[in-house]
């Protein structure tokens, strides 16, 4: 047996207790939403280093006076998450710390159209969704009920249908995070310089068509298909048609289909209906293009492939047992099962990934 003061079962025991403590990483990015600290550093753009007592005066409950605050306890959070990379620490002296943002704590400042990565991270720790947490090994034990299912007592996106603030803070996390994607897959992606018309399957209000067609002239009519109460709120993007449907029972004909974030929270074969009615609504040569989380064959401790299991988890918990983030085999296999010859994978962003199947 080896040594408990061995280096080997040091790093171990100190492995586990990092593991096991590390509720604290998540729920100290979500106080530092709530409290505003991104946009008090970031100032406009100054993103000098300021310390605890000067950024709490900035922080979002300011205005409440009854409200003193507690810089030392502000600290503790800022530290923490600069051991993940949200803030750098400067060392003034011997005592006093500052702080600033990083790339990483960038994507939390709120820009000109009032977005961020901000949303985001409160949606997924929404009260609801906190209570399936504790329930995840019944995705093991009984696959047919999801966790949120069971903590909840309905399906989660059930909810956000019924309920104002989670479907808007849903719509705002999605537009947060789905702008900067998009950016991003515009820049580096020409799959659709041959397109002529082109359908957004479960497109929402029609944003990523509206990039698209800003960026692409030569598509020329954009269908932005989704559920009916979902396209009856969407607003009016010239060029853009919106209809109303079920993705299960047919899709639009167009030269492309384009869908984001779609499959990961569907089974396998539910995957394989999407894809085949999307098969059958294009001509020859025509292309579905869907963006969506690629697991690496093998597994890692990279941060990518970190980012991609745990969203692989949180789909399993909070919306299908079933539903998954797949390798890019099993995307290519999907795509053979409902007719597509051709399979091209862009590795562009580093969580998504743009797939392209050709018919």
Not at 114 to 129: D, F, N, P
Request: hydrophobic share 40%; aromatic share 8%; glycine share 8%.
């Amino acid at each position: 047996m080896e040594k408990e003061s061995s280096e080997t079962r040091n790093r171990a025991r100190l492995a586990i207790m990092e593991l096991a403590n590390m509720i604290s990483v998540p729920m100290s990015l979500n106080a530092a939403v709530r409290l505003g600290i991104a946009d008090a550093i970031w100032n406009g753009g100054t993103n000098s280093p300021l310390s605890a007592a000067e950024i709490l005066p900035r922080l979002l409950f300011a205005s409440d006076t009854t409200i003193g605050g507690d810089p030392e306890n502000l600290q503790r959070i800022l530290r923490m998450l600069t051991s993940y990379g949200v803030f750098s620490e400067h060392l003034v002296g011997s005592i006093e710390r500052k702080y600033s943002l990083t790339d990483v704590g960038k994507t939390l400042v709120t820009d000109s159209g009032g977005l961020s990565y901000a949303a985001y991270v409160l949606q997924h720790h929404q009260e609801a969704l906190m209570r399936a947490w504790p329930l995840v090994h019944t995705a093991v034990v009984e696959p047919e009920t999801e966790p949120y299912v069971k903590a909840n007592g309905e399906a989660a996106y059930a909810q956000y249908g019924k309920s104002e603030e989670m479907n808007g803070l849903m719509q705002k996390a999605m537009s947060g995070v789905s702008v900067p994607f998009m950016k991003a897959i515009l820049d580096g992606y020409d799959g659709f310089k041959s397109v002529d018309n082109l359908v957004d399957v479960g497109g929402s209000a029609g944003d990523c068509l509206r990039m698209i067609l800003n960026q692409f002239p030569n598509v020329r009519e954009g269908i932005n298909f989704d559920l009916p109460e979902v396209v009856a709120k969407a607003p009016n993007i010239p060029g853009v048609t919106h209809v109303g449907g079920d993705m299960f029972q047919s899709v639009p004909s167009a030269d492309a289909i384009f869908m984001k974030w779609v499959l990961t929270t569907w089974t396998d074969e539910e995957c394989k209906q999407i894809m085949k009615n999307c098969y059958n609504a294009l001509p020859v040569g025509g292309k579905l293009i869907a963006c969506e989380p690629v697991l690496p064959k093998e597994t890692d401790d990279s941060h990518r492939t970190r980012a991609l299991l745990e969203g692989d988890i949180f789909v399993m918990t909070i919306y299908r047992t079933k539903g998954k983030h797949r390798t890019e085999e099993e995307f290519k296999e999907l795509g053979l099962s409902a007719g597509f010859p051709t399979f091209r994978p862009f590795y562009i962003d580093y969580f998504y990934t743009i797939l392209e199947f050709q018919k």
